[in-house]
């Protein structure tokens, strides 16, 4: 088939990558020209494990494309995506106008039927919006359908390739039969197309993150609940994860989630609920509990040291909300950075990924940024672990605790094990453990 991408954000060029591997003749289309040259070389401008290897290959077989013209990619598509940005506003509402940007653009460029769908995370009934703004400027036929991501950064390429399930919102025969030929690669192995309205569609992803997100915060309350009566919240874990109601996914506690997603969804979720009058309680307590929680680990680095951080030095591992992936966005090491700043500790970093968007776009040189795990730690008086990278998991503690200058470990994702530690001399503060 001949599909059209439009943005090369994180979704967008998963998508397009994706459904070129799959044989189709994929063209994406970026109003950044510098963005479309480094695609056309094979640059990723984005973190994402298998990614590159992908789009180098479909560049060169000749099956994905990249443009700024809108006209290189619409005339002759079949299905054209819509996968621009939708930032959030203050009161969590999301912007719809470079989606509606882009429907406007492909309504100017089509020349025949074409399926038109929303790939964004965009609120319920924006479906309707993309089809009344584009037959304001076309009258070629059209429909417009709901097609959620449901892609986890770091496990984006799999997501896609094999999908848990797929749905599609639409009301026209015609638009299912074609998206059903499109993702049929991608379902062989009996994997659900779920086919409802979009006003559903539009919904379920929402749920989605809304749900998981509540089932971090939950356990965050558990962990902290532990640490006071002297429970370990991994037992919890374990104790209510076998429970097949329940399932084990979702349950660790940590430091609260970040991302592009979930703080976002979360948002949005409540301020639906509130445009059509309903309170929608429990998701507000879901983001205090995670603003609260990336709070958690400074506290106990300040409590340790009574208060006293001037002048104290900390190595911190990991600066993304989460392992494979570069993404900072609403990250728990953002606030725990900026609260050791503001107590007058330095702070020494290092992630694999992460500390190019770190420099260039949160601290700059306002901290240090270490060649290794090790590099960080020379002289530190603790080391704070934010972001379960493997490589972080099983380091060589005898070198460790020689490095720091003080053997204290404060362990934002429950990684170490603290009987270990504290026989080798350590001092360890987890999260509920």
Not at 33 to 48: F, M, N, S, T
Not at 334 to 360: H, S, T
Not at 410 to 425: H, S, T
Request: with cysteine.
């Amino acid at each position: 088939m001949r599909v059209a991408v439009i943005g090369t954000g994180y979704v967008g060029l998963v998508a397009g990558t994706c459904f070129a591997e799959s044989g189709n003749t994929v063209t994406c289309v970026d109003i950044d020209e510098k963005k479309v040259r480094r695609l056309k070389d094979g640059d990723v401008p984005i973190y994402e494990p298998g990614l590159e290897e992908l789009l180098k290959r479909n560049l060169h077989d000749g099956r994905l494309h990249f443009t700024t013209r809108y006209e290189e990619a619409i005339p002759n598509a079949e299905v054209a995506f819509i996968a621009v940005g939708t930032p959030s506003g203050e009161d969590g509402s999301a912007d719809l106008k470079y989606v509606l940007e882009a429907a406007r653009t492909i309504a100017r460029h089509m020349t025949g039927y074409l399926v038109v769908v929303d790939k964004s995370t965009v609120p319920v009934g924006t479906a309707k919006k993309v089809e009344q703004a584009m037959r304001e400027v076309t009258r070629h036929p059209f429909d417009v359908v709901s097609n959620p991501e449901f892609l986890k950064e770091g496990a984006a390429i799999d997501d896609f390739l094999k999908p848990d399930r797929v749905v599609i919102g639409s009301e026209s025969t015609r638009a299912k039969e074609v998206m059903d030929l499109l993702y049929s690669p991608f379902v062989r192995t009996g994997n659900p197309i779920l086919h409802m309205d979009r006003v559903s569609a539009e919904l379920t992803k929402y749920a989605a993150n809304a749900m998981l997100a509540t089932r971090i915060s939950f356990m965050n309350e558990i962990a902290n609940i532990c640490s006071l009566v002297g429970a370990s919240v991994d037992q919890v874990r374990k104790g209510i994860g076998t429970d097949a109601r329940i399932g084990s996914r979702f349950l660790f506690a940590g430091l609260g989630y970040g991302g592009s997603c979930f703080p976002k969804d979360v948002k949005a979720v409540v301020h639906t609920a509130h445009e059509t009058g309903y309170d929608f309680q429990i998701l507000k307590a879901v983001e205090k509990v995670n603003e609260r929680q990336k709070r958690i680990l400074f506290e106990r680095v300040r409590d340790h040291y009574h208060g006293k951080l001037a002048g104290k030095r900390f190595a911190l591992w990991g600066l993304s909300f989460k392992p494979n992936t570069d993404d900072m966005r609403e990250a728990p090491a953002l606030v725990v950075i900026q609260e050791l700043l503001n107590a007058g500790a330095q702070v020494a970093v290092f992630d694999p990924e992460a500390m190019k968007e770190c420099r260039a776009h949160h601290f700059k040189d306002r901290i240090e940024y270490a060649e290794s795990p090790m590099a960080a730690l020379k002289g530190a008086h603790g080391l704070v672990l934010i972001t379960e990278w493997n490589e972080f998991r099983n380091p060589n503690f005898d070198e460790v605790k020689a490095a720091l200058a003080e053997p204290v470990v404060f362990d934002g994702r429950n990684i170490y094990p603290r009987k270990v530690l504290e026989r080798l001399g350590f001092v360890y503060y987890g999260i509920g453990t």
